[in-house]
Each structure stands twice: as C-alpha cells, then as structure tokens.
C-alpha cells in the first residue's frame, strides 16, 4: 500500500504495509464507527457481503469482534473454526482452500498456528484476506487496536503517541502481539522501549534491531527494577501452545505477575495497563491479578472495545464502503445503555 485509496481490494497481511497516514485514516474511520457500535443507530452499508471467518487455532475475542464487525456493517458471517473440521485435515493446501472459500464470500478474515500461513493462504484467495494472527509471526489488527487504544488514553492527557515510553512483559519471543506492536510503534518518533522478560524469551533481534535503528531509546531486562516511567504496561501471557513442551512453558509461567502492590512499586499512578488477552486467570500463571480489576488505568476492556472498532473500519476501508457508511443508516429499535458501560 501506497496512498490512502490502495486499502480497497488488498489484504491485510503485516503491519509493515502500513505508513502513519494510512494508520490515521483507519483511526478515523474508526472513530466513525461508535455510534454504530453504542447501538445508536445502525447501518446496512454491506447488506448482502459475506465474510469467511477461519480460525484454524483458539480464539474467542478476535473471531468473534471480526464477525460482530461485519454484522455491525451489515454483513453476514460464515464460520469455520479448528483444523480437524476442514478439508486442512484431509490434506488440502491452504491455496486449494483459499481458492475454494474466497468463492464462497466477498472477504476474509484467518487464523493459523503457522507463521507465513496467511500470506500462503491470500496466494489463492480471490478476495481480500485479513490476518487474524499467524503462528509466532504476526497479528496486524490486534497491533492496531493496541495502538488506536494507547492513542485515546493519551489524548485524555494531551499527549499523542510520539515520546511515549512502553514496557513490554513476558512472553516477548513467541507473542505476535508485541511483534505487530513494536513495528507499528517504529514509525513514531521517540519511543522509549522497556523489554522484560525471561532471557530465553526475549524479543527476537531483528525487531530490538529495527527498533535501535529507527532511533528509539531501547532497555532490556530480565526483571522489574526500581521506578519504570512507563506511559504504557503491556503484559502478556505466556504463549504455552508454542512452546517445544509444556514442561518448558511451566518453567515461565508465574514469572512475571503484575498487581496493584507490584504495579504500585515500579509504574506511576498514571501508568496505563494494558494486555491483548487472554489473561491467564489460572494460579500458576495469573500475569494479571484481578486486584487491578479496578484500576481506572486498566485499559484491557477498553482494548477489547476497540476492537470492534478498528476491524469495522478495516472491512469499510478493504471493501470500499469508508465513506458510504452512513448512507446506510437505519434506527435501532431496541433497549440499549451500551453507552453507559464504556
Ligand atoms: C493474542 C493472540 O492470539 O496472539 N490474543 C488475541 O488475539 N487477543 C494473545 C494471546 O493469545 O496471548
């Protein structure tokens, strides 16, 4: 991508094809879509469009906020989740199935544990593919929400996302969600990354590389030290479905665990927290505590909102409709206090 109009009919493969003004207009068109997802009122702008939601691996908050996005806009969803219910599991490629599905729907949005699985998949796709996460590689919606969320929480102070210092926690080698991050975050100015984690886990060289040559400031650790003037916290969890075995991912789990005493210690009072989730809840691991459930700077539902959000104007702007969307408009019948529970 190359200009503003070069979304319409392209996949969404890596954060890489994006630049700052293409990252701004899916913002925009983002912020177009609240009042359709508060219920206000509603749109048919895609009656009639299909979207084919494959997860090929887990997943409940990116699956279901793509299908609720397309349903948002007034399109249908077709779904086909786990390997062993595809024809995958008979031995059919990902481009037989790219082919044979993208005839079946007008876009589509994929998941699958091997990294470069999606961009093989769009090979054979004759419609636009969205990268629903693929393996440890890459995960571009998730990095686009995560930074459309950092965005609205430092605008509430003034601030814009140039000069923003993140700590980055745990499982930085195997979380695609930090990859997508960390390259979208290069193309700002200034950034000051902070990376904790186990050293078996750090994030992979060629991302501290591309960070260290843009410019930004880049400190890297194995544990929480003294006061961190982070902006931003972003936990993650273990990423144990990746690992060679679960005695190896057991070695990790529990190392890193923030809570309101330890977010308290080494973050200001103003730090915002945030996590693409799943937390892992389980007593083992619990990377979050639930302690923080009322940390007005726990961000994690306001990310999950977002969500929608950005995936909206990510089917609005592939399929061409980013300014027709309100030419659509119908009302809601319904109770809804949507807008109170934000
Ligand atoms: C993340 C993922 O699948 O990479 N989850 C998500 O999509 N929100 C992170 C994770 O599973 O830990």
Not at 74 to 86: A, I, L, P, Q
Not at 281 to 303: G, H, K, M, T, W
Request: net charge negative; with cysteine.
């Amino acid at each position: 991508m190359n200009d503003l109009t070069a979304f319409t009919g392209n996949h969404v493969l890596s954060v890489a094809q994006f630049d700052r003004p293409q990252i701004e207009r899916v913002f925009s068109v983002a912020d177009n879509m609240l009042p359709y997802a508060l219920r206000e009122k509603r749109t048919q702008v895609l009656d009639g469009a299909i979207l084919g939601n494959l997860f090929f691996e887990p997943s409940t908050r990116t699956r279901v906020s793509f299908g609720t996005a397309f349903n948002l806009l007034g399109g249908e969803v077709r779904e086909t989740t786990g390997m062993s219910n595809s024809a995958l599991a008979k031995g059919e490629s990902l481009y037989d199935t790219a082919r044979v599905l993208s005839g079946y729907s007008d876009i589509i949005a994929m998941r699958h544990p091997q990294a470069g699985s999606v961009a093989e998949f769009a090979t054979g796709s004759r419609v636009p593919v969205i990268n629903g996460g693929d393996g440890a590689n890459e995960h571009p919606t998730q990095a686009l929400l995560d930074l459309y969320t950092i965005e609205k929480e430092r605008k509430s102070n003034g601030e814009g996302i140039d000069g923003l210092h993140i700590a980055m926690i745990g499982d930085l080698k195997y979380g695609r969600t930090v990859h997508s991050l960390s390259k979208l975050l290069c193309l700002y100015k200034n950034i000051h990354f902070t990376l904790i984690s186990p050293a078996e886990l750090a994030m992979p060289s060629e991302i501290c590389d591309m960070i260290s040559d843009a410019g930004h400031q880049l400190n890297i650790t194995d544990q929480f030290e003294g006061s961190l003037q982070a902006d931003i916290c972003y936990q993650t969890r273990i990423q144990e479905e990746r690992f060679p075995s679960q005695e190896e991912a057991n070695k990790y789990r529990g190392k890193f665990r923030l809570n309101q005493q330890i977010y308290t210690k080494h973050f200001q009072s103003k730090t915002v927290i945030m996590h693409p989730l799943p937390r892992d809840s389980r007593v083992e691991a619990n990377e979050l505590d639930n302690d923080l459930n009322l940390n007005p700077n726990l961000a994690i539902f306001r990310q999950t909102d977002n969500g929608v959000l950005v995936r909206m104007a990510l089917f609005a702007l592939t399929l061409g409709v980013d300014n027709k969307v309100s030419d659509f408009d119908r009302p809601v019948h319904w109770f809804s206090n949507k807008g109170q529970n934000i």
